[in-house]
């Protein structure tokens, strides 16, 4: 996934460095030149000095095919600002905004901003979701909200087809409900095979959904959904 950063402070910083780790292309639009340096020497990612509410900056940042943009700078005027011209211009499919004062969170939403977040550490974990929606399909929360039943199709040129259910590093938070095959519902075991076209049900904790989708390798490139 190709993510624009708009703004390189603290909350900017840990956000892209989070979405590396997770095999993400994050790309920072900051003003402040010294931020920009050790922003590309620390993450050895491409940073834009610029201002994010700027075309030009965005069309730098290759905002033209970004899978989402994510304003994180510390003015929520700024940031509706950057979401706006992100979604009317560039037709920036996900757009997200960091509320630095709740009450902004309404007016933010009515203007057309899909998600709005106050905590820096939830970031990176919604537009993760948002991103994999692709490749699952949300049943129904379980324990709280914090579980969920997903449901997924396993592509005509699944990598891991013909593979038994014991030989996948599954997250140990997550286990394979159902298997629907031709029609016929079965329960899996250990020995049961993985193969092209299945519809799998899956009980996962909601932390954990990434290292699913990983394990399951329904995010490698090439796979048709």
Same mark, same amino acid.
């Given at each position: 996934?190709?993510?624009?950063?708009?703004?390189?402070?603290?909350?900017?910083?840990?956000?892209?460095?989070?979405?590396?780790?997770?095999?993400?292309?994050?790309?920072?639009?900051?003003?402040?030149? =010294?931020?920009?340096?050790?922003?590309?020497?620390?993450?050895? &990612?491409?940073?834009? /000095? *610029?201002?994010?509410? @700027? +075309?030009?900056?965005?069309?730098?940042?290759?905002?033209?095919?970004?899978?989402?943009?994510?304003?994180?700078?510390?003015?929520?005027?700024?940031n509706?600002?950057?979401?706006?011209?992100?979604?009317?211009?560039?037709?920036?499919?996900?757009?997200?905004?960091?509320?630095n004062?709740?009450?902004?969170?309404?007016?933010?939403?009515?203007?057309?901003?899909?998600?709005?977040?106050?905590?820096?550490?939830?970031?990176?974990?919604?537009? =993760?979701?948002?991103?994999?929606?692709?490749?699952?399909?949300? &049943?129904?929360?379980? /324990? *709280?909200?914090?579980? @969920? +039943?997903?449901?997924?199709?396993?592509?005509?040129n699944?990598?891991?087809h013909?593979?038994?259910?014991?030989?996948?590093?599954?997250?140990?938070?997550?286990?394979?409900?159902?298997?629907?095959?031709?029609?016929?519902?079965?329960?899996?075991?250990?020995d049961?095979?993985?193969?092209?076209?299945?519809?799998?049900?899956?009980?996962?904790?909601d932390?954990?959904?990434?290292?699913?989708?990983?394990?399951?390798?329904?995010?490698?490139?090439?796979?048709?959904?």
């Amino acid at each position: 996934m190709r993510a624009i950063v708009v703004g390189g402070g603290k909350v900017g910083y840990y956000l892209s460095r989070t979405l590396l780790e997770h095999g993400h292309d994050p790309i920072i639009i900051e003003k402040q030149k =010294e931020k920009c340096r050790r922003i590309s020497d620390d993450l050895d &990612i491409a940073v834009i /000095n *610029g201002d994010g509410s @700027s +075309l030009e900056a965005l069309r730098m940042a290759g905002a033209d095919d970004a899978d989402a943009l994510i304003s994180v700078t510390g003015t929520d005027e700024d940031n509706l600002v950057v979401c706006e011209i992100a979604k009317q211009v560039f037709k920036i499919p996900k757009t997200i905004a960091r509320v630095n004062n709740p009450k902004n969170t309404g007016i933010m939403k009515m203007l057309g901003v899909d998600i709005t977040v106050s905590s820096t550490a939830s970031l990176a974990y919604l537009l =993760e979701r948002e991103a994999e929606t692709a490749a699952l399909q949300n &049943i129904m929360s379980l /324990n *709280g909200g914090n579980t @969920s +039943l997903v449901e997924m199709r396993l592509p005509k040129n699944y990598p891991l087809h013909g593979q038994r259910v014991m030989d996948i590093p599954m997250p140990r938070e997550s286990i394979i409900v159902s298997i629907t095959r031709e029609g016929s519902m079965i329960i899996p075991k250990g020995d049961t095979l993985l193969l092209s076209g299945d519809k799998v049900l899956v009980v996962c904790n909601d932390d954990k959904m990434h290292s699913l989708i990983t394990s399951l390798r329904m995010e490698d490139k090439g796979i048709k959904f």
